[in-house]
């Protein structure tokens, strides 16, 4: 009697695809880039163009989507915290080195290819990939019974798949410009206003705000009483005005603001405070919906209350407080703004 082993298994299959060749190539293809900041990216709508369209074509399920990507240190971007949580996608990040290079990517792809293949998961794999480095897992998996199907992007001239790769693969497909367009938009940037307009004012002082390390008076005091220094004996005899600010308070308070920490540590990062501003935004995005998040717009200034709620999410996520830090702070919110500002088509600089 047959084992459940040589029991002919249903039809399916799974989508691996290599995100940095496929952006890159499309980048290159579609806007002329060479570089990932150049261009936005509409990745939930394209992975599900990219099932919609295997589905047409592959007989049987789709088990799901295997997305490999690479990150500094394997720290997921916002946009890849956005695709982990998507249905029926599993995202797999390498390492990306100072060189911009993808270490580990094809080492994660033959694994699970192979695994599922092995363990007769899926009778067929749509490998969307141009790297001979996936020569080895196409091999494996053919191997084991499994049909691989290769997708790659229209070039800009001659091929942009390595020969061996297109050899060995089963059916191969180059999916064309028009079905690419969609997805990607060339990074837009913030127009500059005309001099002496109520916006260039707005960004001078946002300028302002985060070049300039000592805060000026109404930032010291935006939204909460100003802190009052205890007078000398002889002046304790007038009586002071409730909320008045003194040149001894506003000296107080910039010194308290610009003060270093009491244990001398050096604050958080700037990259990860961006990050942790972008992940905050995006969270804020799904949770209270993109009306609610527009009208904080035209920014880059944010209402005490909401400034204190990023606050107290980006200290959940580092794990300590940043209010020693003013720099951190003013990092974390220019990644709150730049991921507010994408969603909503416009763009914004960060501080130098």
């Known amino acids: 009697?047959?084992?459940?082993?040589?029991?002919?298994?249903?039809?399916?299959?799974?989508?691996?695809?290599?995100?940095?060749?496929?952006?890159?190539?499309?980048?290159?293809?579609?806007?002329?880039?060479?570089?990932?900041?150049?261009?936005?990216?509409?990745?939930?709508?394209?992975?599900?163009?990219?099932?919609?369209?295997?589905?047409?074509?592959?007989?049987?399920?789709?088990?799901?989507?295997?997305?490999?990507?690479?990150?500094?240190?394997?720290?997921?971007?916002?946009?890849?915290?956005?695709?982990?949580?998507?249905?029926?996608?599993?995202?797999?990040?390498?390492?990306?080195?100072?060189?911009?290079?993808?270490?580990?990517?094809?080492?994660?792809?033959?694994?699970?290819?192979?695994?599922?293949?092995?363990?007769?998961?899926?009778?067929?794999?749509?490998?969307?990939?141009?790297?001979?480095?996936?020569?080895?897992?196409?091999?494996?998996?053919?191997?084991?019974?499994?049909?691989?199907?290769?997708?790659?992007?229209?070039?800009?001239?001659g091929s942009n798949q390595a020969e061996w790769l297109v050899w060995e693969s089963d059916t191969v497909e180059v999916l064309p410009a028009e079905f690419l367009r969609p997805y990607f938009t060339k990074a837009k940037v913030l127009p500059v206003p005309a001099p002496g307009s109520a916006a260039a004012v707005r960004d001078a002082a946002a300028a302002a705000q985060r070049t300039n390390p000592v805060p000026s008076p109404s930032q010291v005091f935006a939204g909460r009483p100003p802190a009052v220094k205890p007078a000398p004996a002889a002046a304790r005899a007038a009586v002071p005005v409730p909320g008045a600010v003194t040149p001894a308070t506003v000296a107080a308070s910039l010194n308290s603001a610009t003060a270093a920490p009491a244990d001398g540590k050096l604050g958080p990062d700037r990259d990860h405070m961006l990050e942790i501003g972008e992940h905050v935004a995006q969270k804020w995005i799904f949770e209270r919906g993109r009306d609610n998040i527009r009208d904080l717009l035209p920014g880059p200034i944010l209402p005490p209350v909401i400034d204190k709620e990023l606050l107290i999410e980006a200290e959940k996520e580092l794990g300590g407080s940043l209010r020693p830090y003013q720099e951190a702070r003013t990092w974390l919110r220019d990644g709150f703004w730049e991921r507010v500002y994408r969603e909503f088509g416009i763009g914004i600089g960060k501080s130098d």
């Open 1 to 157: 009697m047959a084992t459940s082993e040589y029991v002919p298994q249903p039809a399916r299959y799974a989508i691996f695809v290599d995100a940095g060749y496929l952006y890159a190539a499309s980048g290159a293809l579609l806007l002329g880039c060479g570089s990932r900041r150049e261009y936005r990216v509409a990745a939930e709508k394209l992975i599900k163009a990219l099932t919609d369209h295997a589905d047409e074509q592959r007989r049987g399920e789709l088990l799901r989507v295997y997305w490999f990507d690479a990150a500094p240190k394997r720290q997921p971007t916002v946009d890849q915290r956005v695709i982990a949580n998507l249905p029926l996608v599993k995202l797999r990040l390498g390492n990306l080195n100072a060189q911009g290079q993808q270490k580990g990517v094809d080492a994660q792809l033959r694994a699970d290819l192979e695994a599922l293949a092995r363990h007769r998961a899926i009778t067929d794999a749509v490998l969307l990939a141009g790297d001979e480095d996936m020569l080895p897992a196409v091999e494996a998996a053919q191997r084991y019974g499994v049909r691989v199907h290769l997708w790659g992007v229209e070039p800009t001239h």
